[in-house]
């Protein structure tokens, strides 16, 4: 299948060679973090002690988890091949970046909080776009059915349409917009989450039917 958006989609066997002991050790460190993070929300929530440095230490926990989540997903894109290396590694820094600029503003490390604030806000779009696209099209395969392929490169785009919109209100803040735009803006959303499942069902039902080698 001729790939109409120019990407050289790589096949699984092709690709680097993914350390299966590495993935398995980071993602069981997410789910520690994550576990542990859970944990400390609910001791704040039953003791009743959600002081403001306990809730610094609990968001940070749970933004910690949130990003590492990512960069997880940006080095399984990154140990797929070539084609793919870049946006793994962009998710990657992305990843770290969006981490120092949260947790820098859950501790008011800066000053200039109106500036480091948009500048996180900035950092968590861009991340979850790129993660988005690293889980999308790391599962993206040569033989993979056109409908899915295009369903995946829509949802792909749409993202990341949206990460590119709602940055540029962030810096530009042109104060109240349009009603139609906004109209706009949801209906992209709903474009976007519809093409995502939909093609991550496409995929899921293909790999259900097709037959162990």
Request: positive net charge; hydrophobic residues 55%; glycine residues 8%.
């Amino acid at each position: 299948m001729r790939n109409p958006y120019n990407m050289n989609i790589v096949p699984k066997e092709q690709g680097t060679t993914i350390d299966t002991g590495l993935m398995e050790k980071t993602t069981m460190t997410i789910i520690v973090g994550a576990c542990l993070a859970a944990g400390a929300t609910i001791l704040v929530f039953l003791t009743g002690g959600l002081s403001s440095t306990n809730a610094q230490i609990v968001f940070s926990a749970w933004y910690a988890a949130y990003c590492t989540s990512f960069c997880l997903a940006g080095f399984y894109c990154f140990m797929q091949g070539k084609a793919r290396q870049l946006l793994g590694k962009t998710t990657i820094l992305l990843s770290a970046a969006s981490l120092l600029l949260g947790l820098a503003l859950i501790w008011a490390v800066f000053s200039s909080s109106g500036l480091l604030a948009r500048l996180a806000f900035i950092a968590a779009l861009f991340m979850f776009a790129s993660g988005h696209a690293s889980l999308m099209l790391s599962r993206l395969r040569r033989d993979e059915a056109p409908l899915a392929t295009n369903l995946t490169w829509a949802a792909v785009t749409l993202v990341s349409g949206l990460a590119l919109f709602f940055s540029g209100l962030v810096i530009v803040s042109p104060g109240n917009l349009a009603t139609i735009i906004w109209r706009l803006v949801g209906s992209v959303f709903v474009l976007a989450v519809l093409s995502t499942i939909l093609a991550t069902l496409l995929r899921l039902g293909k790999q259900a039917t097709t037959p162990d080698p």
